[in-house]
């Protein structure tokens, strides 16, 4: 009887870790995408979840442990995507859907590139060199597999260098939400995102176009 309530309690105590995890991490995504690093403190992140901050130690070592975690837990899906392209490129043109996915991933996160460059070229925050080499060099390689693959297939100009057209691909991916928050001082949350998709589609188009195959 004892060994069968344990049984049955582990469950419920490993669903609530997690719940308490995730609990955590949105309060602090949504506190590390709004002030600068530094003035975020794991007492605050603590008492906007309603946890001990202890909690914050046991699960994540540190603020710093907890700021990583919080990109690992905006991108994991985000990789997963790419990975899934990556496959699906080999039959199709998937120029498209990786415009979009990253549009996706930007209208849901839309504080995340303004966080990636603070951190990068203002040094805000712990991890810049988590930044650089675990996300933007794990994208820029997925994409330069995307291209490679793409061009291969005769979807893409073999004349184009691929590691030049990943770097002209996230200028066409990235500037549209650097205009997120002046577009929001003027124009509603739907306005500012129907916009930005409007520009995406764009630069989907100019992008397909100095990509074709003469």
């Known amino acids: 009887m004892n060994a069968l309530a344990k049984t049955r309690g582990r469950p419920r105590q490993e669903a609530d870790q997690t719940c308490c995890q995730q609990v955590i991490l949105e309060i602090a995504r949504k506190l590390f995408m709004k002030h600068p690093y530094e003035k975020v403190t794991t007492r605050r992140i603590a008492a906007d979840a309603g946890v001990d901050v202890a909690l914050i130690s046991y699960y994540f070592k540190s603020k710093a442990g907890l700021y990583k975690a919080v990109f690992d837990d905006i991108y994991s899906p985000f ?82 260098d691929v590691c030049l057209l990943k770097d002209s691909f996230n200028a066409l991916v990235m500037m549209p939400f650097f205009f997120y928050p002046l577009k929001r001082e003027n124009c509603s949350q739907e306005e500012t995102i129907a916009y930005l998709e409007q520009l995406y589609r764009q630069n989907i188009r100019l992008f397909l176009y100095g990509c074709a195959v003469n």
């Not at 597999?145 to 979807?155: A, D, E, R, Y």
């Open 79 to 160: 990789f997963a995507r790419l990975n899934q392209l990556e496959k699906a490129s080999a039959t199709r043109n998937t120029i498209e859907d990786l415009f979009m996915t990253i549009f996706y991933l930007d209208i849901e996160h839309p504080e995340l590139l303004g966080i990636i460059y603070k951190t990068l070229v203002l040094k805000d925050g712990p991890r810049r060199s988590f930044i650089d080499k675990s996300i933007l060099a794990y994208t820029d390689a997925f994409h330069i597999k995307i291209f490679t693959t793409l061009q291969g297939k005769g979807f893409i100009d073999p004349k184009l």
